[in-house]
């Protein structure tokens, strides 16, 4: 199953608009895709409130996780939105 470690670096971190963006990117993908944080928690990235619950700050690393067709492009996708 690919996975991607990526550093947030939006601003104000993992706030409702990047992670809407996540859930709607993860809602259309047709495989299971993870978010665990810096604790080692993870969460489904289709649950927004999940991802918010984890209180995800700039400079936090996380590690994203999609199987099925077109992970890769999708955990590409989601490195941009939490670039900022």
Do not use: K, N, Y
């Not at 992670?19 to 928690?41: I, K, M």
């Not at 409130?49 to 067709?69: I, N, W, Y």
């Amino acid at each position: 199953m690919p996975s991607r470690r990526v550093v947030i670096r939006t601003a104000g971190g993992a706030h409702a608009r990047p992670v809407a963006e996540l859930a709607r990117l993860a809602l259309a993908h047709p495989g299971p895709v993870t978010l665990t944080g810096p604790d080692g928690a993870r969460v489904d990235l289709r649950s927004v409130l999940a991802v918010m619950d984890l209180a995800l700050l700039p400079g936090d690393e996380v590690e994203l996780t999609a199987d099925g067709a077109g992970a890769d492009t999708l955990l590409e996708e989601m490195g941009r939105v939490l670039d900022g």
